[in-house]
């Protein structure tokens, strides 16, 4: 098994965010996660991504329990699990061809990371990932040069790069046109195939969940709603799971600001 | 296809990057080489014993009643000084900046046609400022000390002068990047200069020229502090002559006084600052300044009845400051000393780069309890401590020379430096660490990738414009012996040879807009 | 408000230049000692004077010897205690009469010391070490020790490794005892007066030699001050008695046996050193 949610549990803030959330996806499978804003989809998967420890149940990832590992062994854990986000973690002034160097840091030393870092290298295999996503040529632009979109697709070249046997992502392509979009998604599906890694991918639209994932997880108010095989999920279904909806204002993340002041 | 294709696959950055890796260490080699600093003389034991030696004798304090009578007189002269030439800064800056602020011009808000006598009188009075606050303020007090004589009235010009340029251009610039719409509308009305500023800018932008304001009082208060080992007044008066008869209590006492000044002008600082925010608290910061300037003039005014300032010896001096001497023996070594200067100020600023980064990540929330308290209060003692004090140390530990003044703006320029690398820190977005981390990345690595690659660029930019700061500060550390130009001009001052100080003081000029050049050139290469 | 406040400030200054009291006779010195050091000196003598005098004497402490100059040209102080090197200076900038002077002014000395750490006996040892005057507009801490050096053929800024300035004489002695510079030179009398009190540390500093001779300190007044007064002052300072104790006391702080009458002529020869030191133009 893949990845496996028994009653797992998430609060932050003192404030219950998931409640009681079991799931399983065997090796290679597939799914999209739906749901209304604010459902839980972004910390379902940072739970899952290790960036939080659920409160009760269990989690387990790739066969482990990340939280029973010592910090060697949960760093091999990590490095297997690659994580697309809604909007690309890249520093601005970071090269592009660094930003993506960076999705296999779990499998390197320290030191070959800080020799990466003045010497890029497997420049090949990181134009290859970018190719993927039509961004061969920006190989070696700084981020804070790119568009939205192309900050969302390097994030997910990173990821791919990465080569992890669990692969998920958050609203990969909020930014992106409808085209670009679908060419995206499939893009993800058919490299998760190929290297028959697990893909769990939370979707706004759920045009695009349909199209492309045998299995639809809905997620509502922390919980699962319906967890069904994308035959079974009805008009009404659907209807039930975003009652009340309002999708929230598309925002983006400002450029990396210099002081302007000069200090006494 | 394959050339192409290989030709790309080469960083390239790679050519620019090597240069700056081979040449910034370079460059600080020479300058080392040229200052004659060597960092080992850090660890040195001598060194090292003799800094513990005179810090030992900062305790205890000296609790002599007359030294501490005086040590009260002269705090209060120096925050009287202060908030005087803070308000004579602002009557300059303001005029000034309502003239040659670009927001305010017709031809930009109508485009009308531009009137050339009008741009060339503007450009004349840009130019002015810039001379006003190129000069460095201490500069300008010993001037005005040598000029018109002694006594706390030159030190309440002097930062009215070198404070006034600066706000002039600073103010100009805050109403420059306002939203343009409202004084275009009120120009096209016909309105004049003055009522487009009332009421279409002062409105958008009161508050951050209040807050620039109060900033800057609070550089005053530490510019003031030092005034005195030129002679003008103020706490500076006795730390120059406690540290010239190398009295350790006396200087312990200054350096705690002088320290609680600084926290305390913070803490005020940043309550005005808040207080902006608020309608009550406008008036409430507009009562109290108003009683500050009156308390400040009560104190200072009664000084300045005894001791009158000379307004014939003024312009007599001014006018023997207008034949420089340039002599090219003397420019030759105008010229060595200018080398010296800019070497110790880069030099300084970057080994205070590497100590501030050292000191940031303990210092920020990062840090673990136990060490972020200890590297927070080294911190404040670097940078409470004022820079002429550290060059009168350094001084002792390295001896007279060039080698003082690089470790003087070494030191609190780390500490500065440090505190605001700590502060950019802890504003940085977590998420490309956190990234990194949830994908087996190690921790180092996660600050090689994800922290340094968001801060370093905040951290270049902030060290860029303490050097502009620094250049300005090793031009006068010579006046305590530490080397630069500072000696000479200390020497022709005192000598009265006024040719000579008028070609040092365009020396100093020089350096400092050089500088600024440098430095607004690599800041534009980093965005 | 603030541009009302301003405006009174220029007003009370403008003001303040134009009445300065005469009421007050402001006398100052040029620090070549401790500022506490100077008060403790000139407070009997000041009493005396106002006896003398019958009018008020204060003294204006002023922490840096061109300061002086500055002042007494800007007629900020009526009386000032000044240097060979400082008059001249002043009678440069402006009009100013010496008074008096005290009779062992009339043939001064300079003192070369040094470092018993470094091992210094000799001023030749001093050869590439660090070396200290007192103040830049120091008679005998800096102008004349600097003359005689040159005359010996030691150009102080490349015969010594770096030369710094301690701003007063004993200063100097206490960069000496710290090691901070080798070696120094100071004022004749200040020396004598510190290894009196015991406050020279012979395992630290050691006397080197001594300089020639010259003219040095002397009460100088403004130049527009009134001439009675200029005469009154100068017989208060020439009726001082060794032979009255209480008169002996000012004498012996002062470290003159009595004062005689000075004129500017006296001090030419300093005028001709500073010139051949490049210290005049």
Redesign the interface.
Same mark, same amino acid.
């Given at each position: 098994m893949s990845l496996a949610l028994s009653e797992a549990t998430l609060s932050l803030r003192g404030q219950r965010i998931l409640d009681g959330i079991t799931l399983r996806l065997a090796q290679g499978e597939q799914a999209a996660l739906i749901g209304p804003s604010g459902a839980g989809k972004s910390s379902l998967l940072l739970l899952v991504?290790?960036?939080y420890r659920a409160a009760s149940g269990s989690v387990q990832l790739l066969g482990a329990e990340p939280w029973q590992l010592d910090s060697a062994a949960?760093?091999?854990?990590?490095?297997?699990? $690659?994580?697309v986000?809604q909007?690309a973690? !890249?520093?601005? %002034?970071?090269?592009v061809?660094?930003a993506v160097g960076?999705?296999r840091? $779990?499998?390197?030393?320290?030191l070959a990371? !800080?020799r990466r %870092?003045?010497w890029?290298q497997d420049?090949?295999g990181i134009?290859a990932a970018l190719e993927q996503v039509q961004l061969g040529d920006k190989?070696?632009q700084r981020c804070d040069r790119l568009s939205g979109g192309q900050r969302q697709r390097v994030g997910i070249a990173r990821a791919l790069y990465?080569q992890p046997d669990l692969l998920l992502a958050d609203e990969p392509v909020s930014a992106l046109d409808p085209r670009l979009a679908d060419d995206t998604i499939a893009l993800l599906c058919r490299q998760a195939a190929t290297r028959n890694s697990t893909l769990l991918v939370s979707l706004h639209s759920v045009e695009l969940a349909l199209a492309h994932f045998p299995r639809l997880i809905g997620l509502r108010d922390g919980q699962v709603m319906f967890d069904l095989p994308r035959s079974e999920v009805t008009p009404a279904l659907l209807a039930a799971l975003y009652a009340g909806d309002t999708p929230p204002e598309p925002d983006d993340?400002p450029a990396?600001k210099?002081?302007r002041?000069?200090?006494? | 296809m394959l050339t192409a294709k290989t030709l790309s696959a080469r960083d390239p950055a790679l050519a620019a990057r090597l240069g700056w890796i081979i040449a910034t260490p370079l460059l600080l080699l020479a300058a080392m080489y040229y200052t004659g600093f060597d960092p080992r003389l850090l660890l040195d034991a001598d060194t090292l014993a003799t800094l513990a030696h005179f810090a030992g004798e900062f305790f205890p304090p000296s609790h002599d009643p007359v030294f501490l009578a005086s040590l009260w007189h002269e705090t209060l002269t120096t925050l009287a000084v202060a908030s005087s030439g803070t308000l004579l800064a602002m009557l300059v800056g303001l005029p000034a900046a309502l003239l040659t602020s670009r927001a305010l011009d017709r031809d930009v808000l109508t485009g009308e046609a531009p009137s050339r006598l009008w741009h060339w009188l503007q450009n004349s009075l840009r130019a002015l400022m810039v001379i006003l606050r190129g000069v460095p303020d201490l500069v300008w007090a010993l001037l005005l000390v040598r000029a018109a004589g002694l006594g706390s009235l030159p030190a309440v010009l002097a930062l009215g002068l070198a404070y006034g340029g600066m706000l002039g251009k600073v103010y100009a610039e805050i109403l420059e990047a306002q939203p343009r719409a409202p004084a275009a509308a009120l120009a096209g009305s016909g309105a004049s200069r003055l009522a487009i500023f009332g009421y279409a800018l002062l409105p958008q932008a009161a508050h951050e020229l209040i807050s620039y304001s109060v900033y800057r009082w609070e550089c005053a208060i530490r510019a003031s502090a030092v005034m005195g080992f030129v002679g003008a007044g103020g706490l500076g008066l006795l730390m120059d002559t406690s540290i010239r008869m190398l009295n350790g209590g006396e200087v312990g006492a200054l350096l705690l006084v002088f320290m609680a000044l600084v926290a305390l002008t913070e803490l005020i600082s940043r309550l005005a600052r808040h207080a902006v925010e608020s309608r009550r608290g406008g008036l409430v910061l507009a009562a109290a300044c108003i009683l500050l300037q009156l308390a400040a003039f009560g104190w200072l005014g009664p000084q300045w009845q005894d001791s009158p300032f000379d307004v014939g010896g003024l312009l007599r001096f001014a006018g023997e400051l207008l034949h420089p001497n340039l002599a090219p023996a003397f420019l030759l070594k105008v010229g060595g000393g200018m080398l010296e200067t800019l070497a110790q100020s880069a030099l300084g600023t970057a080994f205070a780069f590497l100590g501030g980064a050292l000191l940031a990540l303990p210092a920020s929330q990062r840090g673990p309890r136990w060490l972020r308290y200890p590297v927070q209060l080294l911190l404040n003692i670097l940078r409470g401590t004022p820079d002429l004090l550290w060059g009168a140390i350094a001084v002792l530990a390295l001896s007279l020379g060039p080698a003082a003044g690089v470790l003087a703006l070494a030191l609190h320029t780390s500490g500065v430096l440090g505190r605001l690398f700590a502060h950019t820190l802890e504003n940085l977005p977590p998420e490309p660490e956190a990234a990194l981390r949830v994908s087996g990345a190690s921790p180092v690595a996660r600050l090689a990738y994800g922290l340094l690659p968001q801060a370093l660029p905040q951290w270049i930019a902030y060290t860029l414009y303490r050097w502009e700061n620094n250049i300005r500060i090793a031009a006068i550390l010579g006046l305590v012996g530490a080397g630069g130009l500072g000696q000479q001009l200390y020497l022709a001052l005192s000598l009265f040879q006024l040719g000579n100080a008028a070609t040092l003081i365009a020396a100093m000029l020089l350096l400092s807009w050089g500088v600024e050049g440098i430095s607004r050139w690599l800041r534009q290469r980093l965005e | 408000m603030k541009a009302k406040i301003a405006l009174a400030s220029l007003l009370l200054a403008v003001s303040a230049v134009a009445g300065a009291a005469e009421a007050v006779l402001k006398v100052s010195a040029i620090p070549d000692e401790a500022p506490t050091e100077l008060q403790r000196k000139f407070a009997p003598l000041g009493s005396y004077l106002e006896k003398e005098l019958g009018m008020k004497v204060q003294f204006v402490p002023v922490t840096d010897y061109a300061g002086v100059v500055t002042a007494l040209n800007a007629d900020q102080i009526d009386m000032a205690w000044l240097g060979g090197f400082t008059f001249v200076q002043a009678s440069q900038r402006g009009k100013v009469v010496p008074l008096v002077q005290r009779a062992e002014d009339a043939k001064f000395t300079a003192k070369y010391i040094g470092s018993v750490e470094a091992g210094i006996k000799t001023l030749q040892d001093l050869k590439g070490k660090r070396f200290a005057f007192g103040s830049a507009s120091s008679t005998s801490g800096h102008l004349m020790p600097r003359y005689f050096l040159q005359k010996q053929g030691m150009q102080p800024e490349t015969f010594f490794k770096s030369v710094g300035y301690s701003g007063a004489h004993d200063a100097t002695v206490a960069w000496v005892a710290s090691g901070k510079v080798e070696g120094g030179a100071l004022n004749a009398s200040v020396w004598d007066k510190l290894v009196e009190a015991g406050k020279v540390d012979p395992a630290k500093v050691r006397l080197l030699g001594t300089s020639p001779t010259f003219y040095d300190y002397n009460w100088t007044v403004r130049g527009s001050l009134d001439k009675k007064l200029q005469q009154r002052i100068q017989a208060a300072f020439l009726k001082l008695d060794a032979a009255n104790p209480e008169q002996k006391a000012i004498l012996d702080l002062q470290r003159a046996s009595k004062f005689i009458p000075t004129k500017a002529e006296n001090y030419e020869g300093i005028e001709a050193a500073a010139k051949a030191a490049g210290l005049l133009q």
């Open positions: 991504a290790t960036q949960l760093r091999r854990l990590r490095s297997r699990i $690659g994580s986000y909007h973690p !890249l520093p601005a %002034l970071q090269r061809v660094t960076a999705g840091l $779990g499998q390197l030393s320290t990371a !800080l %870092l003045l890029p420049v090949a134009r190989l070696w990465q993340t990396a210099l002081p002041v000069a200090p006494c | - | -």
